[in-house]
């Protein structure tokens, strides 16, 4: 059974830094394009970032470029999005997500979510 | 950006109607492979986004036939032929030809 599950959200003050965690299980990780997509508060679905299988390839909305980073690591199975320079709109549910084949189009699989509060 | 509209914003429908959902896109979702990249995801109430619908008309693992999509260019739609309980929430669509974009959301509810 394929599961993703983030962690490292939590309350931030403005300005600071804040790394979310993905541990993916269940399936070939080092196959699988990822990305991360938040919700803010009773909003829609935003893409934040992707990153390819091998890591070579990466994208960010134009909303966090130059303040997020996303990374892979294919040996711990796990996918991150170090967040710098948090801003009260970044405030949201934090998703990772995977495609639903390598090599395919369509996100199948969502983490559960973990919710980032930029507050001071 | 591509920007994706969704009409309608609400739509209540009563058990064992069909429902109808429009998704246009600002630019043609037709890729160069022959595919367009137009996709359908339901967010049930409290939980994560579920992938419903991909390149337009097919369905993901696990998704009733009750559920359908269509449509070409930059106009799609998200049909329901029955309507069953389970089935609200809020419907997205969503295009990855370019940066991926959501629409607005769909919110379905039951009469």
């Known amino acids: 059974e394929v599961q993703l599950v983030e962690s490292g959200g939590g309350l931030v003050q403005p300005g600071g830094s804040l790394r979310l965690s993905c541990a993916a299980s269940g399936f070939t990780f080092s196959s699988y394009e990822m990305n991360w997509v938040r919700q803010a508060p009773g909003k829609g679905l935003e893409w934040v970032s992707y990153i390819s299988s091998s890591g070579s390839s990466i994208y960010y909305a134009d909303s966090v470029k130059g303040r997020f980073t996303i990374s892979r690591d294919n040996a711990k199975n796990s996918l991150y999005l170090q967040m710098n320079s948090l801003r009260a709109e970044d405030t949201a549910v934090y998703y990772c997500?995977?495609?639903?084949?390598?090599?395919?189009?369509?996100?199948?699989?969502w983490g559960q979510g973990t919710l980032v509060t930029v507050s001071s | 950006d591509i920007v994706m509209t969704q009409t309608p914003l609400s739509l209540s429908v009563t058990p064992g109607q069909p429902a109808s959902i429009s998704c246009k896109s600002s630019q043609s979702l037709l890729h160069s492979d022959g595919k367009t990249y137009l996709y359908w995801y339901l967010q049930k109430p409290g939980q994560s986004p579920q992938l419903l619908i991909y390149?337009?008309?097919s369905r993901f693992s696990g998704v009733p036939d009750r559920f359908s999509g269509s449509g070409s260019g930059t106009d799609f739609t998200l049909k329901i032929s029955r309507v069953e309980a389970e089935d609200v929430g809020v419907y997205y669509c969503?295009?990855?030809?370019?940066?991926?974009?959501f629409g607005q959301g769909t919110k379905l509810e039951i009469k």
């Open positions: 969503m295009q990855a030809i370019h940066l991926p974009t």
């Open positions: 390149e337009v008309s």
């Open positions: 997500v995977s495609q639903r084949t390598p090599y395919s189009s369509g996100w199948g699989y």
